[in-house]
Each structure stands twice: as structure tokens, then as C-alpha cells.
């Protein structure tokens, strides 16, 4: 049975844009290679962190919203684990309210898109 899940990552701040690109494009692909569909993403770009993380106080942050076995979540946190451009991440599966909350929140998002 497929669930729906949200994964936010934050990418070292040094990066340069390509390289968040190339970041984004392998996550993207280890859920697309494992069964998953890529539902939603958002670019949150460069924000403050909390606290200092490795020395670090900002980071790139990046939200993707998929469709998939719970299996492929273990394999999508190794490679965040694998990947020393990745400061921090969580991925959570959303329950019916959480997904039609999410739907609403999208549709809000890509209007503000349209805007710009």
C-alpha cells in the first residue's frame, strides 16, 4: 500500500546553486528509482537555522511531498545520511488530514508562484 510523505532537508550553506540542483535532482531520483512519485516540491532557499548546526547558523532548505512504500523512506534517509551536503533532514507520512491540508497549502502555494 502507497502512503503519501513530506521530507524537508537542509543543504550546507556553502553550496553553490548547481550543486543544490545536483543535490535536489539525487533525492528526487532515489524516490523515483524506488517506486516513488514525486507528488509536490518546494525551494525554500536559504534560511536561518534554530541553532548552529556544524558550525553552520544557515542552511538551503528544500520540502518534497511523495507517494510511496514505507520501505523506500529507509532507503531516501540513507542517502541523506550518505551525503555530507546534507546538515539535517526529517520525513514524516502524512495521515488523510495532514495530505488534505497539504493539498490546500499547494494550491495557496502555486497561486503566490503565478504571482511572481
Known sequence: MLNHYETVFITTPVLSEQQIKEAVEKFKNTITDNGGTIEHEE???????????????????????????????????????????????????????????????????AAKQEEK
Do not use: C, M, N
Open 43 to 109: 525551494a525554500w532557499g536559504l534560511r536561518k537555522l534554530a541553532y548552529p548546526i556544524q558550525k553552520k547558523t544557515t542552511g538551503f532548505y528544500h520540502l518534497l511531498q511523495f507517494e510511496a512504500e514505507g520501505a523506500l523512506v529507509d532507503k531516501l534517509e540513507t542517502a541523506y545520511r550518505r551525503d555530507e551536503r546534507v546538515i539535517r533532514f526529517l520525513t514524516f507520512r502524512l495521515d488523510k488530514y495532514a495530505y488534505e491540508y497539504t493539498l490546500k497549502r499547494r494550491s495557496k502555494y
